[in-house]
């Protein structure tokens, strides 16, 4: 995984808009980013936003019972660029994300975002970026960018 370890404390859904280029950036060389944190921590709030600056016009919802969902965006040169959204929340081992075609996923479009990436870590390319986020309090979360 990067490391590029830096601290975001997130207080509105709006504070997340200047984070949003930086993160892109960061896992432009992959295209893959981990979301680890807790339930309730934000990661499909984030990706939500990730999915909108990036121009998806369709609605982002998380995949907790699909497993994967895929969106549609048009890159700044007209083309069609494809994100997959995965939620690994309910996969027990590597071996039943393997099962599914997990590998494929990170390969196939511009962008692959993953909740509970944990079960699969030691498949994900080394240069992902791995995001932790907590949960503070009612309105607070922190971002750590690793």
């Not at 907790?64 to 969106?71: H, I």
């Not at 965006?73 to 996969?91: A, C, K, N």
């Amino acid at each position: 995984m990067t490391t590029n370890q830096q601290e975001f404390l997130i207080e509105t859904i709006e504070d997340l808009d200047p984070l949003l280029p930086q993160i892109l950036s960061l896992a432009k060389n992959s295209g893959i980013v981990l979301f680890q944190g807790e339930i309730g921590a934000g990661k499909t709030t984030l990706i939500q936003k990730l999915c909108k600056y990036l121009g998806v016009s369709s609605p982002v919802t998380s995949p907790t019972f699909s497993l994967a969902n895929e969106y549609a965006y048009v890159r700044p040169d007209g083309s069609t660029g494809r994100i997959f959204h995965l939620d690994l929340y309910r996969l027990e081992s590597l071996e039943e994300a393997l099962q599914i075609g997990f590998e494929d996923y990170l390969y196939e479009g511009d962008f692959c975002f993953i909740e509970w990436p944990e079960i699969v870590s030691s498949v994900v390319p080394e240069d992902a970026l791995m995001l932790q986020l907590e949960h503070l309090d009612n309105s607070q979360r922190k971002i750590l960018f690793l």
